[in-house]
């Protein structure tokens, strides 16, 4: 077997992984890559904007290398430069599989010594890229499987998208009636500095939970933001009852010269290619969509997010019964000492509750439209979203709460009427 397709072996064999852990796709949503490949092959012209299409077709060069198909390879990997020339991934691929005609390579992104040191940054970004990419399509959720962050969406959360900053991935859901179900995945990069955002100008993409606030227009943005913007509501409250500070966040693409960025390339955003971003542009709608970002996803079973959600709902009847029964030393003890809302304090808050109670003359209040998913590090919080409708009335304030657990009880530290 040659150096080279010895070199792309290794890459082969993580992709045979995955795909003998999701049946022979390695990715979700989409076609087998070798029978889309073939297809392409035969096309005119390849459909270059779809999402996810020109991954699925550098795996499966990468597939052909492993498998000594190196002339195949390379035809295929001419192609696909053509088609995204500025996929820098895919042009040191090609210029691997060029130089292996020639000679023997030593390492993946084989290029001459001097331009090898004068280009270690950019080499080294695109390596870890490569292996980024391969991890995530190794690695894959079980079938069925969901973030244990989502514990409950309501109807009106039309989707779903959770990030993973360890796999540099992100994973777009559509909740059906019958629960989440994983639409696609796509690459993605980070914050220069990495994760876990404190403050302005750190560089670093903040983990949370949060929400698409906004859609903005592509012709009002730099050509740096690519193909749009979906702005996220960082520092939420639980960000700001930390102390974080900055602003700006968002999902956003790629400038014209780069098909994708590095793993830790950006401010803070999220940042995806421009097919991608699309993509999930036309699919979710803001103000609804959560987004979920951490270090590392946890997949787990939807009944066992269920079951983890009991104990909470109970504290979410309790306030509801408070609520409803004008108790309002009920209603107050569910709330902790250092409680606020957009400046006002616990007490500032009890005058708020007392004067609800007053208005609502003893009618009940239904919550419709409940939503909660939990984030937990060194804090257990829930962030839940609901309309509250007053018995009598069809419609009403929908509310988010922040909760914590403290000594094995959850209150609320943040609440407020969002719409």
């Not at 959600?309 to 003890?333: H, M, V, Y």
């Amino acid at each position: 077997m040659s150096r080279a397709a010895t070199l792309f072996l290794l890459a082969f064999s993580v992709l045979s992984g995955a795909a003998a852990a999701t049946g022979g796709n390695p990715t979700p949503g989409r076609k087998d890559p070798s029978r889309a490949a073939d297809k392409r092959e035969r096309a005119v012209k390849p459909a270059a904007s779809r999402d996810g299409e020109a991954e699925a077709r550098l795996i499966e060069i990468y597939k052909l290398a492993g498998q000594a198909k190196s002339r195949e390879a390379l035809t295929r990997a001419e192609r696909l430069v053509a088609d995204h020339p500025n996929f820098q991934l895919a042009q040191l691929v090609y210029g691997d599989l060029l130089a292996a005609q020639a000679r023997p390579l030593r390492t993946l992104g084989d290029v001459p010594d001097g331009p090898a040191r004068a280009g270690a940054s950019m080499l080294g970004d695109l390596r870890q890229e490569s292996l980024l990419r391969l991890k995530a399509l190794r690695e894959r959720p079980a079938p069925g499987t969901v973030p244990s962050q989502f514990l409950a969406l309501s109807p009106r959360n039309k989707h779903a998208i959770a990030v993973d900053a360890s796999r540099a991935r992100l994973y777009l859901f559509e909740n059906t009636a019958t629960g989440l179900k994983l639409l696609a995945d796509y690459y993605i990069s980070v914050g220069k500095s990495g994760i876990e955002k404190s403050v302005e100008g750190d560089s670093r993409t903040p983990l949370g939970i949060y929400y698409v606030t906004s859609n903005l227009d592509p012709r009002s943005l730099k050509d740096f933001y690519g193909a749009g913007a979906l702005p996220i509501n960082y520092p939420n409250a639980l960000d700001l009852k930390r102390g974080k500070t900055g602003s700006g966040i968002w999902l956003h693409g790629t400038p014209p010269t780069q098909f994708a960025r590095a793993p830790l390339a950006s401010d803070g955003c999220v940042v995806l290619a421009n097919p991608d971003l699309e993509r999930i542009i036309r699919t979710v709608e803001v103000r609804t969509t959560p987004v979920v970002i951490a270090q590392s996803l946890k997949w787990v079973a939807p009944h066992s997010a269920r079951a983890d959600g009991k104990a909470f709902e109970d504290a979410l009847q309790k306030w509801q019964k408070a609520r409803s029964g004008n108790d309002l030393a009920a209603l107050t003890s569910l709330y902790t000492s250092d409680f606020s809302s957009y400046g006002k304090t616990l007490a500032d808050w009890t005058l708020v509750l007392r004067a609800d109670l007053d208005k609502r003359a003893g009618r009940p209040v239904q919550l419709k439209d409940l939503s909660y998913l939990r984030w937990t590090d060194a804090n257990d919080t829930m962030v839940v979203t609901f309309g509250e409708v007053i018995s009598g009335q069809r419609t009403g304030a929908t509310r988010r709460q922040y909760w914590v657990r403290q000594g094995g009880q959850w209150k609320i530290f943040f609440e407020g009427v969002i719409g």
